[in-house]
């Protein structure tokens, strides 16, 4: 066999595939009716899946392979050989990983040869054989008993080959040679590991001589139609004559007939949902005439351990995570999904956005910098030798995925700029499928000026598709990616579907992005840049709404909550309950209702809410209000079935009494050089007037500090703190910030008082002028009370500042905390609706969020009361207002360590708990790739006062 025979012909436009079969939808038929019905492929004795360990042999360059290899090693198919030490993984956003020199790829092209043994019977060899795969990077050239049968690219594309002239009854030998690199890798640069090998299923199938070969089926008018005449539709497992009034499909109610094709021997079953797809003239989007929402993610296939195959038992659990988190569209980013992954979306129901195996980002940086010069002929997209290599792809798609319900746009790839071979890959699809709606987020570069359906964007921001929705455009508008989810995020979600919910035309969108891309070695997840890449995009791949393992964060809980399907509002006594569902009646679930007095419950109830899709009621509740409470009064409402679906909280107007502070007495004030020590009966106090704050805290003979308290401003940047990070702190190559993280602490002057301490001072960043300038008092009551009181002023021309708050050392064993505020998980000023006020306890290790990145993690907002370590940080004081709160953070790491770590197992944690009181944290916004962070959520204020009390907690 001579392998090199065809030697760049990878390389090659007009041989981008040689005896393919023409993509038809994807099926599998079967023997008998009842294996056809019941589905399970494996069980088709037309089937036979190849999956399993298959000798492999790797060579750097593809001009090394010998005619005769012999030397094999093993390797799993389906997987990617960079994932089984054959090269390291390589993680590229934009930047192509070689020169931008089309159709050409590097000289040095690696390959992989997989070889296997496979059998066939008689009457397997009576019939015709074909062999398919689903997934191959970048292409393959497949040899059948040493004889070259053809060859393929589109790496998430189906490649069929008719191998039954090749094939003998016994054993015969599959060889297919992959190459890393080809002409069609110029069309897949897209954001991710750069992978190859075959990732996902082969198989053989055995087909009757002269079998249909596609099949297609069409919802018109609610009504089925078969490119095939001998079919029957089933429910379950009744047959059905005629289908006069179906059962309609929607992703919150999937219901689907099975239908079957029967053709020559063979029993082909399909899943068929109908259902509807319009746009209004008020440019919502209708399923079955309902105005639906697309609550959308965008999802790669990405697996820690396996690259981008993911099996079967596993998509499933992704989806029903989705479902979970309220999820009910997805777009495929950036290219059709394993074929299984669709059916999986029928049967569980979501909207699905197929997308095109298409992303040519990286031209934009073929001259250096960013550029989207899309007028410019070397764009491939403009050329007409490309044609083909595009409109391929979009056709191999629409024929492969044109059967399910649940697909309900047709997107044409992702940025990949805009030229004439868009039009033609546009106009090809409306006319192929005129169900369904186009969309190209591209077509923004042509002012949308092409015949897409939707009018889709990236990453705007909230006020930007406010002023879409008020434009003269009627079409729907889609954000194709927004609420980037990098690391500790994203925070602005719910203020997207504020005005999403607001406005008919604004149709929903698809947060960027489902999981974490990561390769885990050795117990740590690593991103690009571990590998030795030479030009990679660090940790920009690890912007998953779920870790790697699809395990959950605060984000995704975000997203949960600014997804739900209920809104309540409480009048007095009345609950107003709005059913967000299009289809489903709230009487399916039971709706819990409790109102808890500072933590305590003291009145309860249950709803079923008869409520249609889209309708109002309101309830009236029983329950009597106190007359005060200390901390607060809430009323909590959440709706649930086998768990909770959506839940929210409302303040309740009962009045807050301001504790039982007791200023009276005072306490012995004791002035020694630098130092103030302060008695009472069962503490003393060391305060130190050098630095103007405590530095030690006795209480019943035990030492409550470890360390002198301070002022801080600074917070590990998160991963959407990354723009602002160089006007905060001082990070190399970066000389124009505020240099928050090196600040200096200065007393200009510090007073006994009686029984006050009064401070003067600032804070300043190295280099930098004062930032800040502030006056506090300690004032310490007889019976050991601290009631600390803050007056800052800001300088006019700071950036917002990341923080601001009072910084204590505990000592470490006394991790453990309870407090009253928002929780049980971290939350910020903006990225809280997942989070309400209550009683919760904790402990510093439990509040750690394993960023991959480390960064700031662990907040609560609208906290009353902390009680740590023998100390209790309280919202309470004699002059302090009943509306007073703070913000807090316990943590086993410093935020210099979080700051310097870029893996978790950097870490090391501090000897001491330490605790931040804060007056406020910045919000967290999605400024990775998104906007700004929204003005209201920022640390901006110039006049900061801030209060709050420390006593002893028993
Ligand atoms: C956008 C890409 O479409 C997506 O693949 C991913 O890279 C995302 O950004 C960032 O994580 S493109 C960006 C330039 C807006």
């Known amino acids: 066999m001579k392998m090199n025979e065809k030697l760049r012909n990878y390389e090659n436009l007009n041989l981008i595939q040689e005896n393919r079969e023409p993509q038809r939808s994807y099926y599998i038929p079967y023997d008998s009716l009842e294996k056809a019905l019941e589905g399970n492929k494996e069980n088709s004795s037309y089937y036979k899946l190849l999956n399993g360990s298959w000798d492999f042999a790797y060579f750097k360059r593809d001009i090394d392979v010998p005619d005769i290899i012999t030397k094999w090693d093993k390797i799993p198919v389906p997987s990617n050989w960079q994932m089984h030490g054959y090269e390291a993984p390589y993680y590229t956003n934009v930047n192509y990983p070689y020169p931008v020199d089309a159709p050409f790829v590097p000289d040095d092209n690696p390959c992989g040869v997989y070889q296997m043994d496979f ?36 790496s998430h594309l189906q490649s069929e080959f008719n191998i039954s002239k090749y094939v003998k009854v016994g054993n015969n030998k599959l060889t297919v040679k992959v190459l890393k690199w080809c002409v069609g890798s110029y069309l897949e640069d897209q954001d991710f590991f750069r992978l190859s090998g075959i990732f996902r299923d082969v198989y053989l199938l055995s087909r009757d001589k002269g079998s249909v070969h596609d099949i297609e089926i069409k919802i018109v008018n609610k009504t089925i139609s078969v490119s095939e005449k001998d079919y029957v539709i089933y429910e379950g497992k009744n047959k ?11 992703a919150e109610k999937p219901f689907l007939y099975t239908l079957v094709v029967k053709n020559k021997s063979e029993f082909i079953p399909f899943k068929v949902g109908i259902r509807d797809i319009k746009v209004s003239t008020e440019g919502e989007l209708l399923i079955n005439g309902m105005s639906v929402k697309l609550k959308g993610v965008n999802r790669h296939e990405t697996h820690p351990t396996l690259g981008h195959y993911t099996p079967y038992d596993e998509m499933k659990v992704e989806l029903l995570k989705m479902k979970e988190l309220n999820i009910n569209c997805i777009r495929t980013s950036h290219y059709p999904p394993s074929p299984e992954f669709l059916n999986l979306c029928d049967e569980l129901g979501f909207y699905v956005v197929d997308e095109t195996d298409i992303e040519i980002h990286g031209f934009v940086s073929r001259n250096g910098g960013y ?65 369904r709606l186009v969309h190209y987020e591209g077509a923004s570069l042509v002012n949308d000026k092409s015949s897409v359906d939707v009018v889709s964007r990236m990453y705007t921001s909230v006020e930007g598709i406010e002023e879409f929705a008020k434009s003269d455009d009627m079409r729907p508008f889609f954000l194709c990616e927004y609420s980037h989810a990098m690391g500790n995020g994203p925070g602005d979600v719910y203020d997207y579907w504020k005005r999403i919910y607001q406005y008919p035309k604004l149709i929903g969108g698809c947060v960027w992005e489902w999981a974490d891309h990561t390769v885990l070695v050795d117990g740590t997840y690593k991103y690009g840049g571990d590998f030795g890449e030479v030009t ?42 709005t059913n967000l569902y299009d289809f489903t009646n709230l009487n399916e679930y039971k709706l819990l209702w409790k109102v808890a007095s500072d933590g305590e419950v003291i009145a309860q109830g249950e709803l079923n809410c008869d409520i249609k899709p889209h309708d109002t009621k309101q309830y009236i509740l029983d329950f009597t209000l106190p007359k005060s409470c200390e901390l607060g009064c809430y009323m909590d409402v959440s709706l649930e079935k086998e768990y909770e679906v959506a839940m929210e909280q409302h303040s309740l107007d009962v009045e807050i009494l301001n504790g039982n502070s007791d200023l009276q007495g005072t306490a012995k004030f004791e002035e020694e050089s ?36 301070k002022l801080t401003v600074w917070r590990a940047p998160t991963d959407n703190d990354r723009n602002v990070k160089y006007k905060w702190g001082l990070f190399e190559d970066n000389r124009s910030g505020e240099n928050l993280n090196r600040i200096f602490s200065k007393v200009y002057s510090c007073e006994l008082k009686g029984n006050k301490i009064l401070v003067s001072g600032s804070l300043a960043g190295i280099s930098r002028s004062p930032f800040l300038k502030f006056n506090t008092s300690f004032t310490v009551s007889a019976c050991g009370e601290i009631e600390v009181e803050f007056q800052g002023k800001v300088k006019e021309d700071c950036v917002y500042l990341p923080r601001l708050g009072f910084e204590f050392e505990i000592p470490k064993k006394n991790e453990k905390f309870k407090y009253y505020g928002m929780g049980p998980t971290e939350n910020y000023m903006d990225m809280c609706h997942h989070t309400s006020v209550g009683m919760f306890e904790s402990c510093a290790k439990e509040e750690y969020v394993p960023y991959i990145v480390p960064q700031e993690h662990g907040n609560h907002t609208k906290a009353k009361e902390l009680c740590i370590g023998g100390l209790k940080f309280s919202s309470l004081g004699v002059n302090f207002s009943s509306n007073n709160q703070f913000e807090f953070n316990v943590s086993n790491y410093t935020s210099e360590v979080l ?30 790739c998104g906007p700004e962070l929204i003005d209201e959520y920022r640390l901006k204020e110039k006049d900061i006062s801030f209060q709050f009390s420390i006593s002893k907690f028993i």
């Not at 059905?240 to 929607?250: H, M």
């Not at 030229?419 to 090809?428: C, E, L, P, Q």
């Not at 709404?545 to 809104?567: H, P």
């Not at 103030?676 to 630095?691: A, L, R, V």
């Open 119 to 154: 059998n066939i019977n008689k009457e397997w060899a009576q019939k015709d054989s074909y062999i398919v795969f689903e997934g191959v990077n970048s292409c393959l050239y497949l040899y059948v008993n040493d004889k070259l049968v053809g060859s393929s690219q589109g």
């Open 240 to 250: 059905i004559e005629t289908l006069a009034n179906p059962i309609l499909w929607n």
């Open 371 to 435: 550029q989207y010069d899309i007028e410019n002929p070397e764009w491939i997209c403009n050329q007409k030798q490309w044609e083909n290599a595009f409109v391929e792809r979009v056709q191999r798609m629409v024929e492969r995925d044109k059967n399910h319900s649940s697909v309900i746009m047709w997107s044409m790839g992702n940025e990949s700029g805009y030229g004439s071979n868009h039009d033609v890959m546009i106009n090809w699809t409306k006319n192929r499928d005129s169900s």
């Open 536 to 577: 990679h995009d660090g940790n920009f791949c690890c912007d998953g709404m779920v870790f790697a393992d699809r395990s959950f964060k605060a984000g995704s809980l975000e997203v949960k909550a600014a997804y739900q399907y209920i809104k309540t509002e409480i009048i007095e006594n009345k609950l107003k309950v």
């Open 674 to 709: 630098e130092l103030i020590k302060i008695t009472g009966e069962d503490f003393t106090y060391t305060f130190n007037k050098h630095y103007g704050n405590f530095e030690s805290l006795i209480v019943d003979g035990s030492e409550r500090l470890a360390g002198i308290t």
């Open 899 to 928: 700051t310097n770590a870029k893996h978790t197992d950097e870490l090391i944690e501090n000897e001491n708990t330490i605790v931040r009181i804060d007056y406020k944290n910045s919000g967290i916004g999605s400024n990775s």
